[in-house]
């Protein structure tokens, strides 16, 4: 049985998700934990499914979605996944939590990658697989995750309900992110659910249709 279940975290109301399957091997998409208790729900559900952990994978690195990264390391012994394109955004992360928080109180701690993801590569766990595909706009290495057999899809901070990723910050372009959402998000079928950074889910027929950032021209 395949399960998606969702955590939100800190004061932005980041969706962490930890998919799993019947073998028990876990993915950990976008940890956003501000603290080690902040984790704490996380690792229980981790604990009490009996899950394996073997990919902690990030959409992109704006703070908010990636500073719980170091307490799934500890715990599970992985290392982050994401794109390459990210790391002026990654070395700045410090500066990112100053500008929006007003604060250095949050613990932060880069660590390597242990895989650089690119366009349409897989990411495999239990019986299944997560397909890369590389959606510039809000970043420059923003990611979405996309499993074929489950017919979902992990956004991250690219496409949100009635919604899309704010362009106003480091890396972003709006025609760059909407050109991907048409020419990548729209190719998948209309009933795609869509599980994204912050805020409810909903699927790619329901954006293509009623979306007011994305013109249907």
Request: net charge negative; aromatic share 12%.
């Amino acid at each position: 049985m395949f399960k998606n279940q969702l955590f939100v975290n800190n004061l932005m109301g980041e969706n962490c998700y930890v998919l799993s399957d019947s073998t028990r091997e876990a993915v950990i998409i976008d940890c956003g934990c501000f603290s080690k208790d902040d984790f704490q729900p996380i690792a229980q559900y981790i604990s009490s499914e009996q899950l394996k952990p073997v990919h902690l994978l990030c959409t992109h690195f704006h703070f908010d979605h990636i500073v719980g990264n170091q307490y799934a390391a500890e715990a599970y012994g992985i290392l982050p996944e994401g794109s390459s394109l990210e790391e002026e955004i990654y070395n700045n992360v410090p500066l990112q939590i100053q500008y929006f928080l007003g604060t250095n109180d949050i613990e932060f701690r880069k660590l390597p990658l242990s895989r650089q993801l690119e366009h349409d590569n897989e990411v495999m766990f239990g019986n299944h697989v997560l397909r890369v595909i590389h959606t510039p706009g809000h970043s420059k290495g923003g990611l979405c995750f996309y499993c074929k057999e489950e017919n979902m899809l992990w956004s991250g901070d690219t496409l949100f309900q009635g919604s899309i990723g704010r362009t106003d910050l480091w890396g972003g372009d709006f025609k760059q992110l909407t050109d991907n959402i048409r020419t990548r998000l729209w190719a998948l079928p209309d009933n795609t659910k869509v599980f994204p950074g912050h805020g409810p889910s909903t699927t790619i027929g329901y954006e293509k249709a009623y979306n007011p950032y994305i013109s249907r021209d």
